[in-house]
């Protein structure tokens, strides 16, 4: 099996957030959130059961595509990840997907249409 290359994405701002290139050293922030019940499966993925999950995912999926990393300025928390991959449905027309996700305790304040708007 071949390993795909780590995508460098840019850092992006918006008013609240950074959207960066996630880190190995991000793991402790993504489990901080990906573990709640409530994140996972909206997201379409099951709730991580561990540091060590948080860090496959990171390494695995998120730097070998095109996710951000969605820093909270004010705290410098991770709060998210959004990303863009092909459109595996319409591969015809070239179009995008986006999929993301966010800390249950930032629902609510608009981070995710910040986030959105800007990639």
Known sequence: MTMSKIIKVPTLQTQRLT???WQKKDDT???AYARDPDVGPNAGWKPHASKMESRMIIDQLFRRNMTWA???KETGTIVGSIGLEDDKYRPEIKSK???YSLAKSRWGRGYMTEAARRV
Do not use: N
């Open 97 to 99: 997907e986006m999929g």
């Open 29 to 31: 922030a993504l489990f």
């Open 70 to 72: 969605i820093e909270e």
């Open 19 to 21: 959207l960066r290139m």
